[in-house]
């Protein structure tokens, strides 16, 4: 699993129907401190993540559809969780 | 999931019975603002994406044997969408 | 599976119910010998490994549902023992 | 999936019993027009592909179980064809 | 798959079950000349592979959890074959 932020948001008319009621969200990958590395995922949203929060996210695609309940969706990536510290030692 | 460009097709006459009618597309990858990142893949088109069009992609295999109704399909990535629009925040 | 540091912990009042109970460690990649490679992930524990430790990370999510005995948890990284000596011929 | 060139051939003794008739091909890595891109990977061979042949490899566990008729294979990636013709627009 | 050499072996005395009487091997991953790559994986024994050996590395839970007969083993990275001889055309 990977942190990242919350950076935009893709539309599209013409997708897979399983895409239809679900936020499909940008994510800028982070380091545990917050910076950005230059990569990023599009992950489907489970929480509620909104604009500029720091999330996890889980890259898998099994435990992506269990996740959303879906044990067929054409799914990998998922925003399982919303993060409010990240503790180094 | 990631973003990425249609650039091109893959044409061969050898080739696994899977792949007899389906579109093999080149996929370049592509920052959420469209550049380029260097790297593409080929993946199996279920969308009708055609020439230049920005496509979401799923490169995971479950997934996209699901999306092509194949349980046993040898294929990772499947074109799952056709993007209009990424808004960033 | 790749050999780590534990650096930190995550925290979020959001987040899927699996992670309820469960420590979600930042785990610095390392090399055989320790040094960082400059890399991480996040996992989950299963062993009671503590700060500084040198650990073994699984990255795959079947294997780490099995070892959470969590048949379907969004999980993909779980750490699965804490490293005594790396021995190198 | 990926493309690649065909560049050599692995022998070994001592293997499992899964690899005592099938081939064992070296792949590089290859650019949608050719070129090498410094990476490789073993693929096991499905279609007979030659030396310096440009090949799809796939390379996802599952799908090549299939591909093999093994469903227990010990196996990850694939030679699944040989590419006649790569069109970009 | 790919192709590696082994440098060393992992203990630990905290760890999973599945591990206790495998051997934990230290893989540096290597080109298919024999360079190292400057990457590393650790992989289970499944050949009975010794100090700085070339070996052939499966790196997929699935297919390693077959080679090592453990249908729910913590597992994804297994050494399944000894490499006697890299042919290049």
Do not use: C
């Not at 009621?21 to 994510?27: A, G």
């Not at 599009?42 to 996740?67: F, M, T, Y």
């Amino acid at each position: 699993m990977i942190l990242g932020r919350v950076i935009g948001e893709i539309h599209g008319t013409i997708k897979h129907e399983f895409y239809a009621n679900r936020r499909l969200l940008v994510i800028e990958k982070t380091s545990p401190s917050g910076e950005a590395t230059g990569d990023y995922l599009i992950a489907v949203d489970s929480v509620g993540a909104g604009a500029d929060e720091k999330v996890l996210v889980l890259d898998e695609g099994n435990g992506a559809r269990q996740v959303l309940d879906s044990p067929d969706g054409p799914v990998r990536s998922v925003v399982v969780g919303i993060i409010d510290d990240v503790v180094t030692y």
